[in-house]
């Protein structure tokens, strides 16, 4: 999404809230003024209860930002490779989604993804690249909505779990057209 970052957050955060029936232990929103990201979060807290499985989660180096929602059910074997490979960052929690985003470092999406097993959708954000990740499992148990609004020229990518985030997207008209 571009906008201003103030306004921007507004919105994210108003997105988010629309969710908190799907996570209502916390929830957060992250946004970078330079790109125009926005990324909201709402955590429903099943693996690492501390404040250390928040999200929106970053890597150690700064690099990725990611929002996930799902679990992956061979967190402890990739958590294990990494260690094993020394490619664990310091880990801050026990958290699925840490552990997700150390492998993003370590092996790439592509890579990681064929190695996780698990009912997921998540998005990452590369800052050095510029790159958007959408991606669900295989079976595509968890949602992941998305749409474009075109807005006096300028066009925003949004995305959430239910429809009704993007639908609070202003100028989010919710057809379908394709």
């Not at 260690?83 to 985003?101: N, Q």
């Not at 992941?144 to 075109?150: D, H, K, R």
Request: one cysteine or more; glycine letters at 10%.
């Amino acid at each position: 999404m571009k906008d201003s970052s103030a306004s921007l957050h507004a919105i994210v955060e108003d997105m988010s809230s629309t969710l908190v029936h799907r996570g209502p232990d916390s929830g957060a929103v992250w946004v970078d003024e330079e790109s125009g990201i926005g990324l909201g979060h709402r955590r429903l807290s099943i693996l690492d209860l501390s404040s250390q499985g928040a999200q929106p989660m970053h890597s150690s180096c700064e690099r990725y930002v990611l929002v996930f929602n799902g679990e992956v059910y061979n967190h402890r074997t990739l958590r294990s490779e990494l260690e094993k490979c020394g490619l664990a960052p310091s880990w801050r929690g026990y958290s699925d989604t840490e552990v997700l985003l150390a492998s993003f470092v370590a092996w790439g999406v592509s890579e990681t993804l064929k190695r996780v097993v698990g009912m997921f959708s998540f998005v990452l954000w590369d800052k050095y690249e510029g790159c958007l990740t959408l991606a669900r499992d295989r079976f595509g148990e968890k949602p992941l909505y998305y749409g474009w609004v075109n807005k006096k020229g300028k066009q925003s990518f949004l995305f959430g779990s239910e429809l009704k985030a993007l639908n609070k997207f202003p100028g989010f008209s919710g057809l379908i057209d394709r």
